[in-house]
């Protein structure tokens, strides 16, 4: 059995364990791989911030990423920590809404951005990639529905 990976790029290999990538073939993601941004950040410092207009999602290659709200650093309220293999911002993959969060470098960090301009290129030219990573972030977001759903439901206002 002969294995070819001289074709795959590391990055490659991290975005086929991305959920929203899973069900694309090696040569899809390569595809996709052509299209997506590279971008490195120092410790603290921000990818995006509250308020900005979302560009699209990024996926964490190597380092870590703290999603908070709140004002200065000492006073924020972190929601999410990201690491390696882990994605954030989907939303902004479908429409340009404000940031409802900061995002931040929390060590020397490396991400990939894949940003609306080029998924709607994707939707354009190539039906069976837009496909299959639209059903993947419906699905994604449909169990973040449910999780902040059953969030809310638990926290009964004391009588």
Aim: glycine fraction near 8%; charge should be neutral; proline fraction near 4%.
């Amino acid at each position: 059995m002969i294995f070819d990976k001289k074709n795959d790029s590391p990055r490659v290999g991290i975005l086929k364990t991305i959920p929203l990538f899973s069900q694309l073939t090696s040569k899809e993601i390569a595809t996709l791989e052509g299209l997506m941004h590279e971008r490195f950040y120092d410790k603290d410092e921000i990818i995006f911030d509250q308020g900005e207009e979302g560009l699209g999602l990024y996926v964490v290659i190597q380092g870590s990423v703290s999603i908070s709200t709140g004002g200065l650093l000492n006073k924020r309220k972190e929601l999410a920590k990201f690491g390696s293999g882990m994605f954030f911002g989907e939303v902004a993959l479908l429409e340009g809404t404000p940031r409802s969060a900061q995002a931040r470098a929390t060590e020397p960090t490396e991400l990939i951005g894949f940003f609306r301009p080029e998924f709607l290129q994707i939707i354009q030219t190539n039906r069976s990639i837009a496909a299959k990573v639209c059903y993947e972030l419906a699905r994604h977001l449909a169990q973040r529905l449910r999780e902040t759903t059953a969030d809310h439901s638990h926290h009964h206002p004391a009588s």
